[in-house]
């Protein structure tokens, strides 16, 4: 079975950064690795994706431009380089991974990190 540990999260200001990270655990060749989200009251939202590699990523309209997702295959790493941060952008992050070639609003990942919480103060 897949382990996820999801980490990088934290209290930033508006218009700052961070940078998460997920590390996987217990299986090799994960086809997609990504990220969701939840903010309170609000129901899960895709966040980005990366399918195989960082030749073939995919946003959400919201994160576009300032979100860039990357992984490092020989260490099963994904990240999410947060940038130009907004309160909005304020949620827990969860990676996410599957076997399967699959992302977007649809996908139901396979696998799932604990979370890490983001808050973006105005």
């Known amino acids: 079975q897949v382990q996820l540990v999801d980490s990088g999260g934290g209290l930033v200001q508006a218009g700052g950064s961070l940078r998460l990270s997920c590390a996987a655990s217990?299986?090799?060749?994960?086809?997609?690795m990504g990220w969701f989200r939840e903010a309170p009251g609000k129901e899960r939202e895709f966040v980005a994706a990366?399918?195989?590699?960082?030749?073939?990523?995919h946003y959400a309209q919201s994160v576009k431009g300032r979100f860039t997702i990357s992984r490092d295959n020989p260490k099963n790493t994904v990240y999410l380089q947060m940038n130009s941060l907004k309160h909005e952008d304020t949620a827990v992050y969860y990676c996410?991974?599957?076997?399967?070639?699959?992302?977007?609003?649809?996908?139901?990942?396979?696998?799932w990190g604990q979370g890490t919480q983001v808050t973006v103060s105005s």
């Open positions: 996410a991974a599957d076997v399967r070639p699959t992302y977007g609003t649809k996908w139901s990942a396979s696998y």
């Open positions: 217990g299986r090799t060749s994960l086809y997609t």
């Open positions: 990366s399918v195989w590699s960082d030749d073939n990523t």
